[in-house]
């Protein structure tokens, strides 16, 4: 599987970006997809992952209420992370893996696939 992240950009607090995790196969069913961000020096963190089987999200406490990941069915090659009323603070470059089965929270070296990265900042 290869994962390619797209949507970033530059936009004002309180705007709006989506991006997108285009995969070059389905996924299977049994994965999670999980859309993480790294600032310079610091380590990768999680900010939402879905299971691909079933409904399950989990969401970081920081964007919980703004952001909101989705997947197209029944494709199952492209993930959306939606983001609403960003902040200054979630300036970052924003990645996607995948990762089997679904943990809550999720651990970030159970993850694979990484794609290259899409750059958001907010201003």
């Known amino acids: 599987v290869q994962l390619v992240e797209s949507g970033g950009g530059s936009v004002q607090a309180g705007g709006t970006l989506r991006l997108s995790c285009i995969s070059s196969?389905?996924?299977?069913?049994?994965?999670?997809v999980g859309w993480f961000r790294q600032d310079p020096g610091k380590e990768r963190e999680p900010v939402a992952t879905?299971?691909?089987?079933?409904?399950?999200?989990?969401y970081a406490d920081s964007v919980r209420g703004r952001f909101a990941i989705s997947r197209d069915n029944p494709k199952k090659k492209i993930v959306y992370l939606q983001m609403d009323n960003l902040k200054p603070e979630d300036t970052s470059i924003y990645y996607c893996?995948?990762?089997?089965?679904?943990?809550?929270?999720?651990?970030?070296?159970?993850?694979?696939?990484w794609g290259q990265g899409t750059q958001v900042t907010v201003s």
């Open positions: 196969t389905s996924i299977p069913n049994s994965c999670a």
């Open positions: 893996a995948t990762a089997r089965g679904f943990r809550d929270p999720p651990r970030t070296r159970d993850f694979k696939s």
């Open positions: 879905i299971y691909l089987y079933g409904p399950m999200t989990w």
